[in-house]
């Protein structure tokens, strides 16, 4: 099956700095790929949509300075947390699809939990 | 626009016992469904997903899910569950041109020995 990997799983920094997550498509061609935030026991809110070689959308209320996206290949989407303060701690999920499978699958990467001190 | 509703917030089961995750969803068009299974920490699994044709639909770790279009439904079953189970499940629905998927609250389930 398709494999998303994420990295860092999980990182700690300070307040005031930034923090790069990476997703990569190990095994097929993200057309697409999706930034999601999780808070403790909530579901899944979608930020951002990214399609390669494009700029990122974004959902209404996500700070696009804030959460820069990049989707600068078919294998990797990063999201960088600027300027990071206490309240973007949480638990951040990539997914991707390649818009060849099945419509609208999506594959999910491990997260990454982020911790801001 | 494309929700869904996971009624149960919490539920319950005896190891052995059978399970029933709800889900109920909104769209305009025909959806495409799915579920996830997440623990603790972790990242997301699908278990299953339906997209057209037989409206039973079987997963892996023994789950199965039933997609009722009167009822908007589908609807998440496994006969016999294993304390492995209990984590945290999500419905999602999606069908639009943008990809995006619509994820529920998310149920979770523990299991009693």
């Known amino acids: 099956g398709a494999v998303v990997s994420q990295h860092p799983s999980r990182v700690i920094c300070k307040s005031g700095t930034s923090v790069k997550i990476e997703c990569r498509s190990l095994?097929?061609?993200?057309?697409?790929m999706f930034w999601y935030r999780q808070f403790p026991k909530k579901s899944l809110m979608l930020m951002a949509t990214s399609n390669e070689g494009s700029k990122a959308t974004y959902e209404q209320g996500v700070e696009k300075d804030k959460f820069l996206i990049n989707h600068a290949s078919l294998t990797l989407s990063t999201l960088t947390v600027t300027s990071a303060h206490p309240e973007d701690s949480s638990f951040y999920i990539c997914s991707a699809s390649s818009r060849e499978g099945p419509y609208n699958e999506q594959f999910f990467g491990p997260g990454t939990r982020l911790t801001v001190l | 626009a494309q929700s869904v509703t996971q009624p149960d917030i919490h539920i319950t089961v005896s190891e052995g016992a059978s399970l029933e995750l709800r889900c109920n969803y909104s769209?305009?068009?025909?959806?495409?469904l799915f579920w996830y299974v997440q623990s603790p920490g972790q990242g997301l699994q699908l278990l299953l997903k339906y997209f057209s044709g037989d409206t039973l639909v079987q997963g892996i770790k023994g789950f199965e899910a039933e997609f009722k279009r009167s009822q908007s439904s589908f609807n998440l079953r496994k006969p016999s569950v294993h304390w492995s189970d209990a984590a945290e499940y999500f419905c999602?629905?999606?069908?639009?041109?943008?990809?995006?998927?619509?994820f529920g609250a998310g149920t979770t389930v523990t299991v009693r020995a």
């Open positions: 999602a629905v999606g069908g639009g041109g943008d990809y995006k998927l619509s």
């Open positions: 769209y305009g068009a025909t959806p495409y």
């Open positions: 095994d097929f061609q993200a057309t697409t």
